[in-house]
């Protein structure tokens, strides 16, 4: 049994009587304990970050922009000097390959890189106020001000680098942080909290942690008065019913997907199938993006097909924490079961297993192939959240595009072709956040605007972009 590990919150390290107990995904063995927060530590943690804030308003600014900057810079340099020692949390907790999950700890580096690169060149505008006979000899320039203390609430399925998506935008905007990881994986975030806060400079009060479940500690932050911005990542039911529970606030949604790839006749198939056993069995296909619905134009579809099954029948399942491993545990049993029934369903439909479909002696679901999926099967019309990606064939373009666009979901989409006019007509009519052409729409750098329409969210993460979310334009207009 190991000890609870206290959360930061305000300049005290805090445990509840109350704890959350963190189990591996893959055999249930115990990670840590965490404290059970409640409404109380909310509290606690709203009121010390406001007083931060009030501090910095009142003309004692104890973290001005280049603080802030050399803060953030400091995170990366630590983060990539321990990229090891986070990317082993992160495969216990949430059992994530090894190998993934080192390329998780890289990007956060990436994300805290770019939000130091926000925190230094954050600048309003000029705004040409004597273009108006009514503005004549006045001097108009807006100031990006804080918006005010920000509610972070982030998923299990990067309990690094999507925390650091809230927390390091946050900082580099000057807002100060009331951070709530998933329940499953709290311990990335309460490790890169602590060295944040014992290593990089960031006073307490800037960055809490309050670990508890999302339906106590979710909803005390989402309903504070003290709390101005949610910005939310994780699935579409929770995140709108947020939403809807806090009208006044700002709240930024980054929701789920279920990824189409077009591969059309003349594109690099072959090449298409060799990134699509990572894009569609990364982290057991648990990605926001993973790529799950596959429309390959039918003068292919047999070869590509072929080859598709021979990359996926060459992934090692095996522990999170093995070298070899490329595919580990769901997230849990319930999900291993959820995902089992809609092969289940989609085979009942007509589907066909090309590879995969059963789950192995350890519990783990085998990498899985569908071939003859249909838009009605939740293989397609759903996101799948598993490993498993449905393989359809098509006859011309515009029946592709309009079967990737049936979707209530709109995040990243993706085509492989070697003509242009297809590529731009892709780009065109492809109506979601993002539309990669000649690579994996499961792709994403951490510095590009990232995030989708409709049930996909109502924002764009990447450091430049969170930066603006996080802020206020006030206006200041100058008669001399
Ligand atoms: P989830 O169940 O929606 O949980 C996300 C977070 O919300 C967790 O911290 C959870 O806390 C909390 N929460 C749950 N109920 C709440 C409530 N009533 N009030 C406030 N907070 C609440 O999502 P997940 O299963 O962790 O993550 C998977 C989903 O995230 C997928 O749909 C995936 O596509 C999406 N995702 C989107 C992006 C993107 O950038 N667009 C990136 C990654 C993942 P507990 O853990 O305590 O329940």
Redesign the pocket.
């Known amino acids: 049994m190991s000890a609870v590990t206290p959360v930061p919150i305000g300049p005290d390290r805090v445990t509840t009587d109350g704890e959350i107990v963190v189990r591996s995904p893959y055999d249930g063995s115990e990670v840590g304990r965490v404290p059970a927060c409640r409404a109380a530590e909310v509290d606690r943690a709203v009121a010390a970050a406001s007083a931060q804030l009030a501090a910095a308003a009142g003309g004692t600014d104890p973290l001005p922009a280049h603080e802030r900057a050399a803060i953030l810079d400091r995170a990366a340099a630590l983060l990539a000097e321990r990229g090891e020692h986070f990317a082993r949390i992160i495969a216990a907790e949430a059992a994530k390959p090894l190998r993934t999950a080192r390329t998780e700890a890289q990007r956060a580096v990436d994300t805290f890189r770019f939000s130091a690169a926000e925190a230094r060149t954050l600048s309003g505008d000029v705004v040409p106020l004597d273009a108006s006979a009514a503005g004549a000899g006045k001097l108009g320039v807006t100031l990006r001000v804080p918006i005010g203390v920000v509610g972070a609430?982030?998923?299990?399925?990067?309990p690094l680098n999507?925390v650091s998506?809230k927390v390091a935008p946050a900082i580099a905007a000057g807002c100060p942080v009331v951070l709530?990881?998933?329940?499953?994986?709290p311990l990335s975030a309460l490790a890169l909290a602590v060295l944040l806060l014992d290593e990089c400079g960031l006073p307490p009060g800037w960055l809490s942690v309050v670990t508890?479940?999302?339906?106590v500690?979710?909803?005390s932050?989402?309903t504070h008065e003290g709390v101005a911005m949610i910005t939310?990542?994780?699935?579409?039911?929770?995140?709108w019913?947020?939403r809807a529970?806090a009208p006044r606030k700002k709240v930024s949604?980054?929701?789920?997907?279920n990824t189409p790839v077009i591969i059309e006749g003349d594109g690099d198939w072959r090449g298409a199938a060799a990134k699509l056993k990572v894009a569609g069995f990364s982290h057991a296909g648990?990605?926001?993006?993973?790529s799950q619905r596959l429309y390959v134009h039918r003068s292919v579809y047999d070869d590509f097909v072929a080859a598709l099954v021979d990359e996926v029948s060459s992934l090692v399942v095996g522990p999170p924490l093995d070298e070899a491993t490329d595919v580990s545990a769901l997230?849990s049993g319930s999900e291993t079961e959820r995902v089992t029934g809609w092969i289940a369903e989609a085979v009942a439909a007509g589907a066909k297993v090309a590879v995969g479909g059963d789950v192995g002696d350890d519990g783990v679901l085998r990498p899985t192939v569908l071939t003859g999926v249909t838009p009605a099967m939740k293989v397609c019309s759903a996101?799948v959240?598993g490993p498993v990606v449905g393989v359809a064939a098509y006859d011309d373009l515009d029946e592709a595009i309009e079967l990737a666009n049936d979707t209530r979901y709109g995040?990243q989409a993706g085509i492989f072709t070697a003509r242009l006019d297809s590529a731009l007509t892709a780009a065109r009519r492809l109506d979601f956040g993002g539309v990669v052409i000649n690579e994996v729409p499961t792709w994403r750098a951490d510095q590009q605007p990232?995030?989708?329409v409709r049930d996909?969210?109502n924002t764009r993460?990447g450091p430049h972009y969170a930066v603006r979310e996080m802020t206020e334009v006030r206006l200041v207009v100058m008669q001399p």
Do not use: M, W
Request: hydrophobic share 35%; aromatic share 10%; net charge negative.
């Open positions: 609430i982030s998923p299990f399925n990067f999507l998506h709530k990881p998933a329940s499953q994986t508890g479940s999302g339906g500690v979710g909803d932050l989402v939310f990542t994780g699935s579409p039911d929770v995140g019913a947020i529970r949604l980054e929701l789920g997907n648990q990605s926001c993006i993973s997230i996101e959240f995040l990232y995030g989708g996909s969210g993460e």
